[in-house]
């Protein structure tokens, strides 16, 4: 099986921008997370969803979201990008039994 | 609530001999535990997990960790380090098989010393 793939792996944006990242799933995996890491604050939990649905939620401000597609493909998006949200974003993909299985990440540097 | 301590932010070994990570935890619900692994601009892989099936779990490239409740810890380790060992490790923690959102330590670097 194909693991977790996420696109792009790099962004560069700027200040007041905003950016969506995108997140394929393990074929039949049905929850995707969304984690952001920074050096500063470690790996944190974005949201999580399941079936279409946001199931969990991190505590990050509302220019984080996200959604899911039919197929499970998840997209995240921030708005109004500030220079703290340069990180690592990975997804990680879960088929709802006990792992969850991360993909490469997102690098989003922010100028 | 959840927390884990990952208790050293680095660890320096000489390659072949023995790797201890440690790791507390907390948390309200029998949990489950995780050791992810990250290599230099890679994402992360796990090394194993706990589901309270046997408090001695044993993972990917030689690495086990030991379940100990009465102590609330769930250290790693591995008999004799390799240079591909040089990663940063992650103790996670989940209340609910994984399903929920992972908490995460805050990482130990691991250093292999030729």
């Known amino acids: 099986k194909a693991g977790v793939t996420q696109t792009p792996r790099y962004l560069i944006k700027t200040r007041g921008q905003q950016v969506t990242l995108s997140c394929s799933p393990i074929?039949?995996?049905?929850?995707v997370s969304w984690y952001q890491q920074t050096p500063g604050q470690g790996l944190q939990f974005l949201f999580e969803?399941?079936?279409?649905?946001?199931?969990n939620k991190g505590n990050f401000p509302g220019r984080f979201s996200g959604r899911q597609f039919s197929n499970s493909r998840s997209e995240m998006n921030v708005s109004t990008l500030e220079l703290g949200d340069s990180a690592l974003y990975l997804c990680a993909s879960n088929n709802n039994q006990e792992t969850q299985y991360f993909g490469p990440g997102t690098r989003l540097l922010v100028l | 609530a959840q927390s884990v301590t990952q208790l050293d932010s680095h660890v320096s070994v000489s390659e072949g001999t023995p790797v201890l990570l440690r790791c507390n935890y907390s948390?309200?619900?029998?949990?489950?535990l995780f050791w992810y692994v990250q290599h230099p601009n890679k994402g992360l892989q796990l090394l194993l997990k706990y589901t309270s099936a046997a408090t001695l779990v044993k993972g990917i490239n030689g690495f086990e960790a030991e379940f100990k409740k009465s102590e609330t810890s769930f250290h790693l380790t591995k008999p004799s380090a390799h240079m591909s060992d040089a990663a940063e490790y992650f103790c996670?923690?989940?209340?609910?098989?994984?399903?929920?959102?992972?908490?995460f330590g805050t990482g130990t670097r691991l250093t292999i010393i030729p």
């Open positions: 074929s039949g995996h049905r929850s």
């Open positions: 969803y399941f079936s279409e649905t946001q199931r």
């Open positions: 948390s309200s619900y029998s949990p489950s």
């Open positions: 996670v923690v989940s209340a609910n098989f994984g399903n929920e959102k992972l908490t």
